[in-house]
């Protein structure tokens, strides 16, 4: 009987070390479905790209935009001290004394509302005038309004976008601009 156990631990012995046959194992196929998280990747790159040198470009225009202007304000600045302008600076410029001497206003908005005996030079994005200035008026910049009222028995000499004339002007009105509005009622 010992043998036979022994052949029977033998035959388990064999079955356990001999190599099993391998059935066939079921393929699991993964599909994955496109969620456009490539396609939002590759647009949010894009898109940082983009805004990326639109802010270059802007800010290059700006950088180059700024300097320009400043160049041209120092330019006419320079001209008007050099013909004997006394120089006022500030952002928002009432003059209401009355002006005895050639002045420069150099501001964001000015208004001249004393009488002026001499030349008067503006540089300015608004400039008003409501009184009377027996001299010439020099305007450099965006708008000018000669209010109704005032006298200019000189020139009105420019460099702007918008000229509005309600008031007088005497002299020759000259220079550059691109709109102008003349509502005197001496030219209608």
Same mark, same amino acid.
């Given at each position: 009987?010992?043998?036979? !156990? ?28 496109? !969620?456009?998280?490539r396609c939002l990747i590759g647009c949010g790159i894009g898109c940082l790209i983009l805004i990326i040198l ?63 005996? =001499?030349?008067?030079a503006i540089i300015s994005q608004i400039a008003e005038i409501h009184s009377n200035v027996k001299g010439t ?36 009105? =000259? ?7 003349d509502k005197r009622k001496d030219s209608i």
């Amino acid at each position: 009987m010992q043998e036979n !156990t022994d052949s029977y631990s033998q035959q388990n012995v064999n079955e356990n070390i001999q190599p099993q046959q391998s059935q066939p194992q079921p393929q699991v196929v993964i599909q994955q479905k496109n !969620t456009g998280a490539r396609c939002l990747i590759g647009c949010g790159i894009g898109c940082l790209i983009l805004i990326i040198l639109m802010v270059l470009v802007t800010g290059i225009g700006g950088y180059f935009g700024y300097k320009y202007v400043m160049g041209k304000v120092n330019a006419w600045t320079q001209e008007f001290e050099n013909m004997g302008f006394e120089k006022v600076k500030g952002q928002i410029i009432e003059v209401a004394e009355d002006v005895n001497a050639p002045k420069l206003y150099l501001g964001q908005t000015v208004k001249i509302m004393g009488n002026c005996e =001499k030349d008067v030079a503006i540089i300015s994005q608004i400039a008003e005038i409501h009184s009377n200035v027996k001299g010439t008026v020099y305007f450099r910049g965006q708008s000018i309004i000669i209010q109704p009222g005032a006298v200019i028995e000189g020139d009105l000499d420019i460099v702007a976008q918008t000229v509005e004339v309600y008031g007088q002007v005497k002299g020759d009105i =000259k220079g550059e601009y691109q709109v102008m509005e003349d509502k005197r009622k001496d030219s209608i």
